[in-house]
């Protein structure tokens, strides 16, 4: 199972920490890049940030200084803490995993995050 959480309603620059914990994956959790999209209505799904280890990170330029990803093995969870948040962040976000460098197959239900002006 993998089921984000931490989502909720915040007003424009405040903060949320999101998680997500996996369970069911063929491999090590290390061996995974976890990823965060998100997904707002009528748009398409979008990528946020991955991790591989503290030397792979990535962000998209959107949320760049503001997120921060970040995971721990020891619970097979990944967190995506994000700050200085802004309307346009609001979105249903989601959780996933690949392996090597395959496309993400692992993916969580969802967590809201709306962002009041």
């Known amino acids: 199972q993998r089921q984000a959480s931490g989502g909720g309603l915040v007003q424009a620059g405040g903060s949320l920490r999101l998680s997500c914990a996996f369970s069911?994956?063929?491999?090590?959790?290390?061996?995974?890049?976890m990823g965060w999209f998100r997904q707002a209505p009528g748009r398409e799904r979008e990528f946020v940030a991955s991790?591989?280890?503290?030397?792979?990170?990535f962000y998209s330029d959107s949320v760049k200084g503001r997120f921060t990803i970040s995971r721990d093995a020891t619970k097979n969870t990944v967190y995506l803490q994000m700050n200085s948040l802004k309307p346009e962040d609001t979105a249903v976000y989601y959780c996933a995993a690949k392996y090597g460098n395959s496309a993400y197959d692992y993916w969580g239900q969802g967590t809201q995050v709306t962002v009041s002006s």
């Open positions: 991790i591989r280890s503290r030397l792979s990170i």
């Open positions: 069911g994956l063929t491999f090590t959790f290390s061996s995974y890049t």
